[in-house]
């Protein structure tokens, strides 16, 4: 009989271990899936987005502009330059390294949800409508990917859009080489719609001119020029398709002389100065006065080729051609 206690004794006390730890595993099991307040709050929130995104989304014709046939869609926009340069000025552009915003209002996606602004992924933005923004002076444009593609958008309730990309430009920059090297430029990036005239889409700096178009203290990447300043300005344009928007930003630049001070200025005047030498030789030492004449007239040709080869090849004289032709002249008289 005591056998027979001990046995129910220890029958019972296995039961109970197996539902105590029974007990355990379900609360454990409910805590994980039910997870914090906090996290159960994110989930709901990620829910209603979804939710609000895929109803937006339904029945919404990306190929139709906001406000098509009522009024008309105006993009406000302006640029932040990262880096400015290299400056070419044997192919006259110049390469510049921005975040360029957008920013417009498409009632269409118009929600009410716990959040004001909604981050999203840059993957929508081919799913909405975009503007069909090009630069006009651009030669090449490189939207950057890496390690995902450089772009953000912004929803915010009212349906207004902030849509940013970084971008490597490079642009025409018409230059008047007469005074080289003392010469400035301003070098010009120009942009609008390429499909949409203004009575349908029209572009506006969003903080005025003045504030819009903006350098990074560092930007700079320039070894030939200083960036003085920039500005901003709108243009018209008249086609036979109608009248479009132009935005405008000029880059104002002023060359360095330090280089050409030290590569030609200062090795034309010591050429000079030494062809000079020549009137002090005996004025019998004729093979003497000849070589070293001759010799001179060589270094400025030489002198003249290399200045030159930094240049586009331009129909009129520059300032650098005028000096040295003075310089060769000078040298030349002394031969004779």
Request: a neutral charge; glycine letters at 6%; one cysteine or more.
């Amino acid at each position: 009989m005591g056998d027979g206690m001990h046995h129910c004794f220890a029958m019972s006390r296995l039961w109970i271990y197996i539902l105590l730890v029974s007990i355990t595993f379900n609360l454990s099991l409910s805590q994980d899936v039910s997870g914090t307040p906090k996290e159960a709050e994110l989930n709901d929130n990620i829910t209603i987005f979804t939710r609000i995104l895929d109803g937006l989304l339904d029945g919404y014709d990306n190929r139709l502009r906001p406000g098509l046939g009522e009024k008309v869609t105006e993009i406000k926009t302006n640029i932040f330059v990262t880096s400015f340069g290299p400056v070419s000025d044997t192919e006259m552009e110049y390469t510049i390294d921005v975040f360029f915003r957008q920013s417009w209002k498409d009632e269409r996606l118009c929600f009410k949800g716990p959040m004001e602004m909604l981050p999203l992924n840059n993957l929508l933005a081919s799913n909405i409508w975009t503007p069909d923004t090009f630069f006009l002076n651009g030669k090449k444009s490189i939207a950057h990917n890496m390690t995902t593609p450089n772009k953000l958008l912004r929803l915010k309730d009212d349906g207004t859009l902030l849509y940013t990309m970084r971008l490597t430009i490079s642009a025409e920059c018409p230059m008047q080489l007469e005074d080289f090297p003392m010469d400035a430029h301003a070098c010009p990036l120009k942009f609008g719609s390429y499909a949409y005239p203004v009575s349908e889409v029209v572009y506006t700096w969003t903080q005025g001119a003045a504030k819009s178009v903006v350098v990074a203290e560092e930007g700079s990447r320039l070894n030939q020029y200083h960036l003085i300043g920039q500005t901003a300005g709108t243009e018209d344009i008249y086609t036979s398709r109608g009248q479009y928007t132009v935005m405008m930003a000029h880059f104002y630049l002023k060359r360095k002389i330090g280089y050409f001070v030290i590569q030609t200025y200062m090795p034309c005047f010591m050429t000079v100065i030494l062809s000079q030498v020549s009137f002090w030789l005996n004025r019998e030492s004729v093979p003497a006065r000849t070589v070293f004449g001759v010799t001179t007239v060589l270094t400025m040709t030489t002198l003249s080729i290399s200045a030159r080869n930094s240049l586009p090849k331009v129909a009129y004289a520059t300032a650098m051609d005028w000096f040295i032709a003075v310089c060769y002249a000078f040298v030349f008289s002394a031969l004779i």
